[in-house]
């Protein structure tokens, strides 16, 4: 079993950036695939980004450049830093881990995720 929970959300005005943290709890931790996901108003959940276990990335084209994720196993954190704010970055960010091997980029084959943490981005 797995537990995950977000925190550093908050308001940041564009052009700026924040660091969002995952600390995620359970024995195989390090074997899991962990993701990004994001949820703007009136859309539905979106891929951000993700990492493997032994830290291969892949990124939406959305934030190619300006989004970096990271994991330490040591801590069993997921990071993911974010530059280059953009208002259209707004939304509710959540953490979701897979025990699979492939980075899966749609929300339904993640096992399990954190509350989610807001992202508000002002002009």
């Known amino acids: 079993q797995v537990q995950l929970v977000e925190s550093g959300g908050g308001l940041v005005q564009a052009g700026g950036s924040l660091r969002l943290s995952c600390a995620a709890s359970?024995?195989?931790?390090?074997?899991?695939?962990m993701a990004w996901f994001r949820r703007a108003p009136e859309k539905e959940r979106e891929f951000v980004a993700a990492?493997?276990?032994?830290?291969?990335?892949y990124y939406a084209d959305s934030v190619k450049g300006r989004f970096t994720i990271s994991r330490d196993n040591a801590k069993n954190t997921v990071y993911l830093q974010m530059n280059s704010l953009k208002p259209e970055d707004t939304a509710i960010y959540y953490c979701?881990?897979?025990?699979?091997?492939?980075?899966?980029?749609?929300?339904?084959?993640?096992?399990?995720w954190g509350q989610g943490t807001q992202v508000t981005v002002s002009s």
């Open positions: 990492i493997s276990w032994s830290g291969s990335t």
């Open positions: 359970g024995r195989t931790f390090s074997n899991y695939v």
């Open positions: 979701a881990a897979d025990s699979g091997i492939i980075m899966r980029l749609t929300p339904n084959y993640y096992d399990y």
